[in-house]
């Protein structure tokens, strides 16, 4: 199964809108500017229907690194993170369960 890259998505959209692909990948680039913004803020965003795309704080913990075993620390950090919402998982579900893949 073949990833849908960026691209993809704004030909798509552009089809289903009726809008320029340049018109369409301003749109895209700018929502994706705009969750990257919120994010960096440390708020979160929630689609209804979709998810919530929101931070959280990882502690530091030591890490170990595969090629020569060494201990590797690892630092606190902000990891961004994706929740879907019930809906969402409906639809996958249901996808699946009637031969979508």
Not at 6 to 14: G, P, R, T
Not at 60 to 88: C, D, H, M, Q, W
């Amino acid at each position: 199964m073949a990833n849908t890259t960026k691209h993809d998505l704004i030909a798509s959209i552009s089809k289903f809108t009726g809008l320029t692909q340049a018109d369409t990948k301003v749109v895209v680039e700018e929502f994706i500017d705009t969750v990257s913004g919120i994010l960096e803020e440390n708020k979160t965003i929630e689609i209804r229907g979709f998810g919530t795309f929101y931070t959280k704080v990882r502690k530091p913990r030591p890490a170990r690194n595969p090629k020569t075993g060494e201990v590797v620390p690892l630092p606190r950090r902000i990891v961004p993170l994706f929740k879907y919402s019930n809906e969402l998982k409906k639809k996958i579900s249901q996808s699946l369960n009637s031969g979508g893949m």
